[in-house]
């Protein structure tokens, strides 16, 4: 369990900040180079590096190195984990929620 959360942990780090999002959803569409996965991204050069780098720590980004080129894949399996636990606290908030409701109901 202990692993579990190491894990899960990473994977909300991982997205925890706009530019690593934005940099998951492009990657989502398809691999592509640092380059090409970053063009826009109003942050400098050292602080993409960075960002990369949690992606990679999180193992939500591979990367594959070809002469000078980095090319860049999401590997969605930690992002899989972290929808998996949040579907469950979704389900049970839920019925937590419809027992209260159904109390109120009854004492009204």
């Known amino acids: 369990?202990?692993?579990?959360?190491s894990e899960l942990d990473l994977s909300f780090a991982a997205?925890?900040?706009?530019?690593?999002?934005?940099?998951?959803?492009?990657?989502?569409r398809g691999s592509g180079t640092v380059g090409e996965t970053t063009?826009?991204?109003?942050?400098?050069?050292?602080?993409?590096?960075?960002?990369?780098?949690?992606?990679?720590?999180?193992g939500v980004v591979v990367r594959a190195v070809e002469g000078r080129t980095h090319r860049l894949t999401l590997d969605q399996r930690p992002l899989a984990h972290a929808s998996t636990w949040m579907d469950r606290?979704?389900?049970?908030?839920?019925?937590?929620?419809?027992?209260?409701?159904?109390y109120l109901e009854e004492t009204s």
Not at 15 to 28: D, K, M, N, Q, Y
């Open 1 to 5: 369990m202990v692993k579990d959360a």
């Open 15 to 28: 997205l925890s900040h706009p530019v690593r999002r934005t940099i998951v959803e492009r990657l989502a």
């Open 39 to 58: 063009y826009d991204l109003p942050v400098s050069k050292p602080a993409i590096s960075k960002h990369l780098r949690v992606l990679e720590d999180a």
């Open 89 to 102: 606290q979704r389900e049970l908030w839920e019925r937590k929620l419809d027992v209260i409701g159904d």
